[in-house]
């Protein structure tokens, strides 16, 4: 049941307390999020200053929280039907956009369109509800100190990397089958790179802020998780191919792993990735702005402003102290940029499908993200066009978790 909205942060911190603790009055060691802009929202909501968008959505992310607070958890072991081969610990999907000729074998890729019997293979579902739920959670915890999200947040982690019983294994092998083949596709991994590293943020936010019910051996272990994972990713040839594809596939391997290697302490391998992904600008972005690999799906201003949400957040971890590559004001040898390619977007994510003349809609609340980032950075286009965007369906939860997402 979701719990009545409070309408004031004022009003919170006389009913449940605001713990303005040491520990919660620090700026979080996050991966894609900045440390200093959570703690600068933070002082803004604790201190009763902050403006009208700030406070709407605090009240949102608090209203989501208290929602997540009897969901899950979630388990890879939960699922009643995996891919030929998998393990009942292993990861498993079923490829998006493969379907069935004459009802059987073989199964045909038909882009755009979904086949429904892929929600058979529930992995991918409740990932995205971990997800989601330690993110929301973790957040909730930070900004009001209330332990009951951090409780909950640390449930719902424990039992998808840590309890022996529950916890995935840290590779990726079988996700995206299709069926009539045996095994997973190295395209499959895209399930867990396109929102992973809002993961490590609510660990990173726990871990810093030395949050109840987050121990010393549940960071232990999920750093061990992670840094086998990162080990699969950059020596399994699913890895490598992954990490190695001209597409949105691509540049969101490159952002999976440039993360966990910075929430790892390994700088020198998080810099190493964020140098690669300039050659990434060079090859998938256009002088122009166009991204024309996105630009050939039949969803292309979806799948444009999807892979620029990869190139952002890669950008963001880029910035952080001990990286320090400035991905998002680099100019390929013909001016490619990732500025170029939020301007190219612009157009039809303030006045919709009349401005763009590609293949599919134009949900235009889907650029909302990298906008805000761009703005947020001095583009001064985006700036403008910002408060054009609409929000999204769930709302638009920037103020609160400043990095273009998914969710």
């Given at each position: 049941m979701?719990?009545?909205?409070?309408?004031?942060?004022?009003t919170?911190?006389?009913?449940?307390g605001?713990?303005t603790?040491?520990t919660?009055?620090?700026?979080?060691?996050?991966?894609?999020?900045?440390?200093?802009?959570?703690?600068?929202?933070?002082?803004?909501?604790v201190n009763?200053?902050?403006g009208?968008?700030l406070?709407?959505?605090?009240?949102?992310?608090?209203?989501?929280?208290?929602?997540l607070?009897?969901?899950?958890?979630?388990?890879?072991?939960?699922?009643?039907?995996?891919?030929?081969?998998?393990?009942?610990?292993?990861?498993?999907s079923?490829?998006?956009?493969?379907?069935p000729t004459n009802?059987?074998c073989p199964y045909?890729?038909?882009d755009g369109?979904?086949?429904?019997?892929?929600?058979?293979?529930t992995?991918h579902?409740?990932?995205?509800y971990?997800?989601?739920?330690s993110y929301?959670?973790s957040?909730?915890w930070?900004y009001?100190?209330?332990e009951?999200?951090?409780?909950?947040?640390?449930?719902?982690l424990r039992?998808?990397?840590?309890?022996k019983?529950?916890?995935m294994?840290?590779?990726?092998?079988?996700a995206g089958?299709?069926?009539?083949q045996?095994?997973?596709?190295f395209?499959?991994?895209?399930?867990?790179?396109?929102?992973?590293?809002?993961?490590?943020?609510?660990v990173?936010?726990?871990?810093?802020?030395?949050a109840?019910?987050?121990?010393?051996?549940?960071i232990a272990e999920?750093?061990?998780?992670?840094?086998?994972?990162?080990?699969?990713l950059?020596?399994?040839?699913?890895?490598?191919?992954?990490?190695?594809?001209?597409?949105?596939?691509?540049i969101?391997?490159?952002?999976?792993?440039a993360?966990?290697?910075?929430?790892?302490?390994k700088?020198?391998?998080?810099k190493?990735?964020?140098?690669?992904?300039?050659?990434?600008?060079?090859?998938?972005?256009?002088?122009?702005?166009?991204?024309?690999?996105?630009?050939?799906r039949?969803?292309?201003f979806?799948y444009?402003?999807?892979?620029l949400?990869?190139?952002?957040r890669l950008?963001?971890i880029?910035r952080?102290p001990?990286v320090?590559?400035?991905?998002w004001?680099?100019?390929?040898?013909?001016?490619?940029s990732?500025?170029?390619?939020?301007?190219y977007?612009?157009?039809?994510?303030?006045?919709?499908?009349?401005r763009?003349?590609h293949?599919g809609?134009?949900?235009r609340?889907?650029?909302?993200?990298?906008?805000h980032w761009?703005a947020s950075?001095?583009?001064?286009?985006?700036?403008?066009?910002?408060?054009?965007?609409?929000?999204?369906?769930?709302?638009?939860?920037?103020?609160?978790?400043?990095?273009?997402?998914l969710m």
């Amino acid at each position: 049941m979701q719990l009545p909205l409070l309408p004031v942060f004022t009003t919170i911190s006389l009913l449940f307390g605001i713990n303005t603790a040491p520990t919660l009055d620090v700026a979080p060691k996050t991966v894609v999020l900045q440390g200093h802009k959570l703690l600068e929202r933070r002082t803004k909501l604790v201190n009763n200053r902050a403006g009208p968008k700030l406070q709407a959505a605090f009240e949102r992310l608090e209203r989501e929280a208290n929602h997540l607070l009897d969901k899950g958890p979630w388990s890879v072991t939960d699922k009643k039907h995996r891919a030929p081969g998998a393990g009942i610990h292993d990861y498993s999907s079923m490829a998006k956009y493969y379907w069935p000729t004459n009802g059987g074998c073989p199964y045909v890729y038909r882009d755009g369109h979904p086949n429904p019997e892929r929600l058979n293979y529930t992995d991918h579902a409740e990932r995205g509800y971990m997800f989601n739920s330690s993110y929301t959670l973790s957040l909730a915890w930070y900004y009001t100190g209330d332990e009951k999200y951090a409780r909950q947040a640390a449930k719902v982690l424990r039992n998808w990397f840590i309890l022996k019983e529950k916890r995935m294994n840290p590779s990726i092998n079988w996700a995206g089958f299709i069926p009539c083949q045996h095994g997973g596709t190295f395209y499959g991994i895209i399930d867990w790179s396109e929102g992973y590293t809002m993961v490590l943020d609510a660990v990173a936010i726990l871990e810093s802020t030395k949050a109840p019910h987050w121990t010393k051996h549940d960071i232990a272990e999920f750093k061990k998780w992670n840094t086998q994972f990162l080990h699969w990713l950059d020596t399994s040839e699913f890895g490598k191919n992954e990490s190695a594809a001209r597409n949105n596939h691509g540049i969101w391997a490159l952002q999976l792993r440039a993360g966990i290697a910075l929430f790892l302490g390994k700088h020198r391998e998080a810099k190493r990735i964020a140098e690669e992904a300039k050659h990434r600008v060079n090859a998938q972005i256009t002088p122009g702005g166009e991204q024309p690999e996105e630009l050939k799906r039949s969803a292309s201003f979806q799948y444009s402003a999807f892979a620029l949400t990869a190139f952002t957040r890669l950008a963001m971890i880029a910035r952080h102290p001990g990286v320090k590559v400035d991905l998002w004001r680099y100019k390929g040898p013909k001016g490619q940029s990732i500025q170029k390619a939020v301007d190219y977007l612009i157009p039809a994510a303030t006045e919709g499908k009349k401005r763009w003349h590609h293949s599919g809609p134009v949900k235009r609340y889907e650029a909302k993200g990298v906008i805000h980032w761009a703005a947020s950075v001095g583009n001064k286009k985006a700036k403008k066009a910002v408060d054009d965007v609409p929000a999204p369906p769930w709302g638009d939860l920037w103020p609160v978790r400043p990095a273009p997402d998914l969710m």
